[in-house]
């Protein structure tokens, strides 16, 4: 843990660059298979890993919950130096991963073809598709490990080892792809199916790599008898706890998956050229925002360190520090994107009028990262409590009340396509509003207690 003398805001900058870092990195490795995947097989495989990304995030969605619920325990556990119950979640939640991606991989491995079949896969990827997507499927439980193992991390204040992890993870995907794509080293050549088996060894190699460093250097979630102990006995009643805390967080996740498929939707209507530009400025806003998830994050975990350890009165310092650094550190990227917009979009698309128009649509929306940064940050730290229904009710009315119908009322409008990015930046807004007043209204005058 970041040592307590240290003011707060420096222990929050040394937490959370290795986390930005981390997030960063696990974006850049689904970039790095894409370029690859589309320079050197071509469009019809980028369509296949496309078509199974929607899959992915679905289930991504429930385990970051998982993950989100255990890492607050654990956060407030460790912040009250309860070692054993910190090994009792880190090993409640391991074994429940386990159980869930043995789940998805018996049934994405056995019914792979006719999942695809119901999302409507073109026919003429089909074939690509569902060797990619059953490869990916069946590696899902060890999948799920490393996300659970890289977050119980986070919760004992330890942002180093899930980022060297990273780093090792995309070095191997690096090397692995290409050399699976065009058969280096004599290793056969597997085309799109390439990246699925370099996804699983660049997980396994670390899940390999933190067993022995996390032994070696005794760390406090290393794998030992007490850690085995505890996921061969999981206590259900932390579970139930666990899930409390992590489902209201994947179930904003789902539906803010299924109201991005809908918003695909709409943007489709407005030809190629239009979906082409949302996938730029996708690609340009998710590094931007990633800062603000992070500065989110860090201020949950905190929070829950503070809860743990009996020192309630430093949540209003945090949430000061987390603010300020997501205004300075995002209010600095949003800039740094407007000034450099068209030469950002044009890393992603050639042709110079979709250029025009993506980074026409980022200026009409890249100001409202910043309202969404702070919005994570009054949500993280009522989570860090264990306050997560009004967080994530008030997430979900932003998207269901403003972005969707927003966007479809304005897409309709003279606005056309900009009004789409017109309704993100309103929801954005008014989620900043809505859980800045509930942080200050409702939730300052309750009575804050560690739940472990």
């Not at 080892?161 to 794509?181: E, G, K, M, Q, R």
């Not at 008014?430 to 300052?444: D, E, F, P, S, T």
Request: proline share 4%; net charge positive; charged share 5%.
């Amino acid at each position: 843990m970041i040592p307590q003398s240290r003011p707060l805001w420096q222990r929050f900058a040394s937490f959370l660059v290795p986390l930005m870092a981390a997030n960063i990195l696990q974006a850049l490795s689904g970039t790095v298979s894409s370029i690859y995947i589309g320079q050197l097989i071509g469009v019809e495989a980028l369509a296949a890993v496309a078509t199974f990304f929607p899959i992915l995030f679905f289930l991504l969605s429930f385990l970051i919950g998982l993950s989100a619920g255990s890492t607050i325990l654990i956060g407030q556990a460790w912040g009250a130096r309860k070692l054993d119950k910190v090994k009792q979640v880190a090993g409640t939640t391991l074994v429940t991963a386990i159980a869930l991606g043995l789940v998805v991989a018996v049934i994405g491995g056995v019914w792979t073809e006719q999942i695809m079949g119901l999302l409507g896969v073109p026919a003429n990827i089909l074939p690509l598709t569902v060797g990619y997507a059953r490869i990916m499927l069946i590696g899902m439980p060890g999948f799920f490990v490393f996300i659970v193992v890289t977050s119980v991390l986070r919760g004992v204040g330890d942002t180093m080892t899930p980022l060297f992890a990273l780093i090792l993870s995309l070095a191997v995907t690096l090397v692995v792809t290409p050399a699976l794509i065009l058969g280096w080293f004599g290793l056969p050549q597997l085309g799109v199916n390439a990246a699925a088996v370099a996804f699983i060894a660049g997980f396994a190699s670390v899940l390999i790599f933190l067993f022995f460093f996390m032994r070696a250097r005794k760390m406090p979630l290393a794998p030992d008898a007490q850690l085995l102990g505890a996921m061969l006995r999981p206590d259900f009643k932390l579970l139930g706890l666990i899930l409390r805390l992590g489902v209201p967080a994947g179930l904003q996740m789902v539906v803010s998956s299924v109201a991005g498929i809908v918003i695909v939707g709409l943007v489709n209507r407005f030809g190629s050229d239009a979906t082409a530009a949302y996938g730029a400025l996708g690609q340009v806003m998710s590094y931007v925002q990633f800062p603000a998830m992070s500065i989110g994050i860090a201020a949950s975990i905190f929070g829950a360190q503070a809860i743990g350890a009996g020192q309630i009165h430093q949540l209003g310092a945090i949430t000061r520090t987390a603010l300020l650094l997501n205004g300075i550190i995002t209010g600095t990227l949003v800039l740094l994107a407007y000034l450099f917009s068209g030469h950002l979009v044009a890393l992603f698309i050639t042709d110079p009028a979709v250029i025009e128009m993506t980074a026409t649509l980022l200026h009409v929306v890249l100001w409202s990262v910043i309202a969404f940064g702070w919005s994570v940050v009054f949500s993280g730290v009522m989570r860090s409590s264990g306050t997560v229904l009004a967080p994530m009710v008030l997430s979900l009315a932003c998207i269901l009340g403003i972005e969707l119908p927003g966007a479809i009322w304005l897409s309709q409008t003279s606005l056309g396509l900009t009004g789409i990015w017109v309704a993100y930046a309103a929801s954005f807004t008014m989620m900043m509003v809505l859980q800045g007043a509930w942080y200050m209204l409702v939730w300052k005058k309750k009575t804050i207690t560690a739940l472990v």
